[in-house]
């Protein structure tokens, strides 16, 4: 499978227009549109690691196909999964998610890049993922509510 192909089934997983993933990975819709018509080889590396931290997907599927497209339970421990393939926490200031946050929340992110210890990190991202995880429950359920009305 080529990643074109990977990349339209990834889309259509994740419920996302080319324009939208585009935007939430800090690529172009053209540079999207061009790795699904098959004029560019696939995603870049930076890329690639914003979609295991925004949409839990298996980099080594992205890349080559191999393995599940979303990472597995076996990633998963105490009830957070393991985001540590974003190298530089700095690629999350582009994405859509990180542009919403308030000035403050902006700030806290952005100062975690000077933090080094890992371990400090890993409990950093802990809490992320969980209130990441706790904000689309919730926005599972008011669309839930809204279609019970």
């Known amino acids: 499978m080529t990643g074109s192909e990977r990349l339209k089934i990834f889309l259509k997983e994740i419920n996302k227009t080319q324009h939208e993933f585009a935007s939430d990975v800090g690529l172009t819709q053209g540079t999207v549109s061009d790795i699904i018509r098959g004029k560019t080889s696939g995603?870049?590396?930076s890329a690639v690691k914003l979609?295991?931290?925004l949409y839990n997907a298996n980099p080594a599927w992205l890349l080559t196909g191999e393995g599940e497209m979303f990472i597995t339970l076996s990633d998963v421990k105490?009830?957070?999964i393991s985001y540590s393939a974003i190298a530089d926490i700095n690629e999350i200031t582009r994405t859509r998610w990180f542009k919403n946050l308030t000035k403050e929340q902006r700030d806290i992110i952005?100062?975690?890049s000077a933090v080094k210890d890992k371990e400090i990190l890993k409990k950093v991202s802990g809490i992320i993922s969980r209130q990441s995880a706790k904000e689309e429950g919730d926005r599972e359920l008011e669309e839930l509510e809204d279609k019970t009305k």
């Open 43 to 45: 995603l870049s590396l």
């Open 51 to 53: 979609c295991k931290y």
């Open 78 to 80: 105490d009830g957070v």
């Open 110 to 112: 952005t100062n975690c």
